[in-house]
């Protein structure tokens, strides 16, 4: 599949000195862009859920001395 983007001159400067910068394409650059977003975004959407579950659940957190001293360390 490809696409196209419009950009203005210095979307396009900016896009090419970071391609240029990271031994990318053009294509590259955008692609792994694109894909890094998405990766963030889902992993920001399951650690609120996560969040939420913990915090509706009622229960507590405690001090990490705590567990280690029960571990014995």
Same mark, same amino acid.
């Given at each position: 599949? +490809?696409? +196209?983007?419009?950009?203005?001159?210095?979307?396009?400067?900016?896009?090419?000195?970071?391609?240029?910068?990271?031994?990318?394409?053009?294509?590259?650059? @955008?692609?792994? &862009?694109? @894909?890094?977003?998405?990766?963030?975004?889902?992993?920001?959407?399951? /650690?609120?859920? &996560? +969040?939420?579950?913990?915090?509706? +659940? /009622?229960?507590?957190?405690?001090?990490?001395? !705590?567990?280690?001293? !029960?571990? /014995?360390?």
């Amino acid at each position: 599949m +490809s696409f +196209s983007i419009l950009l203005s001159d210095e979307e396009r400067s900016l896009a090419e000195s970071y391609a240029r910068l990271h031994s990318y394409t053009i294509a590259e650059a @955008f692609k792994k &862009a694109l @894909f890094e977003k998405i990766e963030d975004e889902y992993e920001i959407a399951i /650690g609120q859920e &996560a +969040s939420e579950e913990y915090l509706s +659940s /009622g229960r507590q957190s405690r001090p990490i001395a !705590e567990l280690w001293k !029960e571990c /014995g360390l």
